[in-house]
Every structure is written in C-alpha cells, then in structure tokens.
C-alpha cells in the first residue's frame, strides 16, 4: 500500500493569480471561487492533474525545471500558436522520437512544459 497519493502540482511563482489563468486557459480546470490566500491559488478540477497550485516566492526562476509537465495535444503547432497568444515561449524545434513528437515551451514566468504528439495517435 502507497504511503502516499498524489495531490496537487505546485509551480512556484512571482504572479500566482497571472500564472495561475494562463495556465487554466491552457489546461482547463477552474480557478477556486474565493481564494484563501493572494500568494497561493489553485486550479480545481484539472484533467488528470486534480489540482495545480501556484504558490508565490520571492525569487525568479533561474534554472531549468527539475520536473515539468508533458500535456498531449491533436497538433503541436496549433497548440504552438494558441499558448503563445496567450504568453507562451516557443523553445526550439519539434523534436521527433521514435514514438512522439515533443515541442519545448514555457509560460509567462519561464517554466518549462512540453506539447506532445504521440505516434500512436497518429498511426493507429
């Protein structure tokens, strides 16, 4: 038996509230009606994350993310163009694997997330 069950991922970020509906825009969920507290906010109800917080810390990221999120997409470029409208940065190329294609992207604040484009999908 686990010690423990999955909860929530948490960004750590000098904009919760920007970050916070950048990202419900980009992966659906909703924003807690009525927030506790102005430094940390959550997205409810997100398709299979549960819960993503975004909680405010003093220091700007500096470093590559140690852990970031991949989220499938239909059509990577699509997806491309609709987050940088929204405040996405395009990292690179797509890069082809033997069962994926990935683009690297960040948000607003420079997390770093992946679109992917799974083969399978593709070739059935």
Same mark, same amino acid.
């Given at each position: 038996?686990?010690?423990?069950?999955?909860?929530?991922?948490?960004?750590?970020?000098?904009?919760?509230?920007?970050?916070?509906?950048?990202?419900?825009?980009? $992966?659906? +969920?909703? &924003?807690?009606?009525?927030?506790?507290? !102005? #430094?940390?906010? @959550?997205?409810?109800? /997100?398709? $299979?994350? +549960?819960? &993503?917080?975004?909680?405010?810390?003093? !220091? #700007?990221?500096? @470093?590559?993310?140690? /852990?970031?999120?991949?989220?499938?997409?239909?059509?990577?470029?699509?997806?491309?163009?609709?987050?940088?409208?929204?405040?996405?940065v395009?990292v690179?190329?797509?890069?082809?694997?033997?069962?994926?294609?990935?683009?690297?992207?960040?948000?607003?604040?420079?997390?770093?997330?992946?679109?992917?484009?799974?083969?399978?999908?593709v070739?059935?």
């Open positions: 038996m686990p010690i423990a069950a999955p909860l929530a991922v948490t960004f750590d970020c000098r904009h919760p509230a920007a970050l916070a509906d950048f990202w419900s825009r980009l $992966v659906g +969920g909703s &924003l807690e009606a009525e927030p506790h507290e !102005e #430094d940390y906010i @959550v997205i409810e109800n /997100v398709p $299979v994350f +549960g819960y &993503l917080g975004f909680q405010q810390v003093p !220091e #700007d990221k500096v @470093v590559k993310n140690r /852990v970031h999120l991949d989220l499938d997409v239909a059509d990577i470029e699509a997806a491309v163009v609709a987050s940088t409208a929204m405040g996405a395009r690179g190329i797509p890069v082809e694997e033997p069962w994926n294609w990935f683009q690297v992207m960040r948000d607003p604040e420079g997390n770093e997330f992946c679109f992917i484009r799974r083969k399978e999908v070739d059935p």
